[in-house]
């Protein structure tokens, strides 16, 4: 089994930046890709920025160019670097690993963006 600790989330102004944190422990061997996604309120669940076993990334159109996930392999840490954001970004964001059959989801962590 995989365990997700999700960390960074706050309240930030418009045009400001946050980094979340997203560390996994347990059975970390069988995660083939980790992601972001978020959850606003009355709204569904969508995916932000992956990133496989292999180093690819994706990311949502609404936040190219101003998010970066990254992961830093030595500490089973994934990061979602945030930029210039907006306030429709915020949402609650949780992490999620793949490890095909399973899915593991973090607990989530609030991003608040004022105007």
């Known amino acids: 089994q995989v365990q997700l600790v999700e960390s960074g989330g706050g309240l930030v102004q418009a045009g400001g930046s946050l980094r979340l944190s997203c560390a996994a422990s347990?059975?970390?061997?069988?995660?083939?890709?980790m992601g972001w996604y978020r959850q606003a309120p009355g709204k569904q669940r969508e995916l932000v920025a992956a990133?496989?076993?292999?180093?690819?990334?994706n990311y949502a159109d609404s936040v190219k160019g101003r998010f970066t996930i990254s992961r830093d392999n030595a500490k089973n840490t994934v990061y979602l670097q945030m930029n210039s954001l907006k306030p429709e970004d915020t949402a609650v964001y949780y992490c999620?690993?793949?490890?095909?059959?399973?899915?593991?989801w973090g607990q989530g962590t609030q991003v608040t963006v004022s105007s």
């Open positions: 999620n690993a793949d490890s095909f059959p399973s899915v593991t």
């Open positions: 990133i496989t076993r292999g180093g690819r990334t």
């Open positions: 347990g059975s970390i061997f069988s995660i083939n890709a």
